[in-house]
């Protein structure tokens, strides 16, 4: 009966690396869902995958952006030469589109603190 | 584009008052959702409770309520008899439309919600 998880919880990176942080979604969920919270800008939308559908990438801030779902299941969002102003908390949510709409299941985060 | 705000930012209340965190949102869609979810110190996102644009009746859980008014475009939520694990940031969020394509939260800033036993 898990929920949705995240690793790492915590990530320190030096200004101009790249990182990756995994989000593993509750079982049966189609739908996965990126989002950033910072401090000033509250939840800010990402991206979302649907099942095997094209992802909506228009909340993505920059190119150094991406991120992949492999197999519908476990979503990577990747950083690359991060910022300073990329340090938030990266949170993660699934949901199930066959149910009610829009109730979206949230995990733990990642806290991204770059240095 | 549719736009959640919380004008309260932070709201500091002695333990065993009433307290009523605000949610005014904008849409131009006529179907859409909203959505209330609680963010403790833990930081996990819990939800909380959702309606629907068709669906205009208040609604009562324990000491939690919520009053969704159309004409003013609020959906007010209400901590009866606040108790200190009712500290948290409280978000409203909104959902526009009912089709496949219409899934993102737009989510207001938050308010910082302090039960002060």
């Known amino acids: 009966g898990a929920g949705v998880s995240q690793s790492p919880s915590n990530k320190v990176t030096e200004k101009g690396k790249d990182v990756e942080l995994r989000c593993d979604p509750i079982s049966g969920h189609t739908a996965l869902y990126w989002y950033r919270q910072s401090l000033g800008q509250g939840l800010e939308f990402l991206i979302y995958?649907?099942?095997?559908?094209?992802?909506?990438k228009s909340g993505l801030p920059s190119d150094r952006f991406s991120a992949e779902r492999t197999g519908g299941s476990v979503s990577t969002l990747t950083i690359q030469r991060t910022q300073q102003e990329d340090s938030a908390v990266y949170l993660c949510?699934?949901?199930?589109?066959?149910?009610?709409?829009?109730?979206?299941?949230f995990g733990p985060g990642t806290r991204l603190t770059v240095l | 584009a549719q736009k959640v705000t919380q004008a309260q930012t932070e709201i500091s209340v002695v333990e065993k008052e009433d307290v009523t965190l605000d949610c005014v949102y904008e849409?131009?869609?006529?179907?859409?959702?909203l959505f209330w979810y609680k963010q403790p110190p833990s930081g996990e996102l819990v939800f909380l409770i959702r309606r629907n644009s068709f669906d205009e009746q208040n609604e009562i859980s324990g000491r939690y309520s919520w009053n969704f008014q159309k004409s003013t475009s609020s959906f007010n939520f209400t901590i009866t008899a606040s108790q200190v694990v009712d500290s948290a940031v409280y978000f409203c969020?909104?959902?526009?439309?009912?089709?496949?394509?219409?899934?993102?939260?737009?989510f207001g800033k938050g308010t910082k919600l302090s039960v002060i036993p």
């Open positions: 949510a699934s949901s199930y589109l066959g149910g009610t709409p829009g109730e979206q299941f």
């Open positions: 969020a909104l959902r526009e439309g009912s089709g496949a394509g219409s899934y993102q939260l737009t």
């Open positions: 849409t131009r869609d006529t179907t859409y959702y």
């Open positions: 995958f649907q099942g095997n559908s094209a992802p909506d």
